[in-house]
Antibody
Framework: QVQLVQSGAEVKKPGASVKVSCKASGFTFSGYYMHWVRQAPGQGLEWLGWINPNSGDTKYAQKFQGRVTMTRDTSISTAYMELSRLTSDDTAVYYC????????????WGQGTLVTVSS | DIQMTQSPSSLSASVGDRVTITCRASQSISNFLNWYQQKPGKAPKLLIYAASSLQSGVPSRFSGSGSGTDFTLTISSLQPEDFAIYYCQQSYSIPSTFGQGTKLEIK
């Protein structure tokens, strides 16, 4: 069965970086784009970008350009999302989600990783 | 960026009720519209993709319709497990954007 398992919660200081991992199983990792979406406490969903695990190509939301980097390691079926220059506004649950077959819907999601930015 | 506006923002209903949630896009998105359900402390779950296609495993009481700028999610007969927050998402252009959510509560 399809599974996306993310790394554990992180606490970071303002100005630091965080790197979240997302290990995929149950499907061909290189065959599906992987998206990253975040959700601040009590708030809605915000899209950060995607990575094509086959080619390594990425597309980021303009808001995060220059601060976000998405990478992958196909040998271990894992995608990564690194966010730099963290501020308190980056405190959120970060999700990876697989791009499904129906026009970039997100058909499977990781369990989420809470990133807390606090001095 | 394409703005997605859901209405209502919250809704109280009873088990067995028929419920409709609306999502409006700030420009035409064809049928690149998806619906998700989120329960507290859980990741969102895909219900409907491409405006009207039911995701595998999702009960048939959920349905979606619309194209262009106006879309609806309908739950034909509410069940206790349906009380949650619902989000629409446009995947027509980057950045993909979500509606603000509709909280469905028990009356």
């Amino acid at each position: 069965q399809v599974q996306l398992v993310q790394s554990g919660a992180e606490v970071k200081k303002p100005g630091a970086s965080v790197k979240v991992s997302c290990k995929a199983s149950g499907f061909t990792f290189s065959g599906y784009y992987m998206h990253w979406v975040r959700q601040a406490p009590g708030q809605g969903l915000e899209w950060l970008g995607w990575i094509n695990p086959n080619s390594g190509d990425t597309k980021y939301a303009q808001k995060f350009q220059g601060r976000v980097t998405m990478t992958r390691d196909t040998s271990i079926s894992t995608a990564y999302m690194e966010l730099s220059r963290l501020t308190s506004d980056d405190t959120a649950v970060y999700y990876c989600a697989r791009d499904g077959t129906g026009g970039s819907c997100l058909d499977y999601w990781g369990q989420g990783t809470l990133v807390t930015v606090s001095s | 960026d394409i703005q997605m506006t859901q209405s209502p923002s919250s809704l109280s209903a009873s088990v067995g009720d028929r419920v409709t949630i609306t999502c409006r896009a700030s420009q035409s998105i064809s049928n690149f519209l998806n619906w998700y359900q989120q329960k507290p402390g859980k990741a969102p779950k895909l219900l409907i993709y491409a405006a009207s296609s039911l995701q595998s495993g999702v009960p048939s009481r959920f349905s979606g319709s619309g194209s262009g700028t106006d879309f609806t999610l309908t739950i034909s007969s509410l069940q206790p497990e349906d009380f949650a927050i619902y989000y629409c998402q446009q995947s027509y252009s980057i950045p993909s954007t979500f509606g603000q959510g509709t909280k469905l509560e028990i009356k």
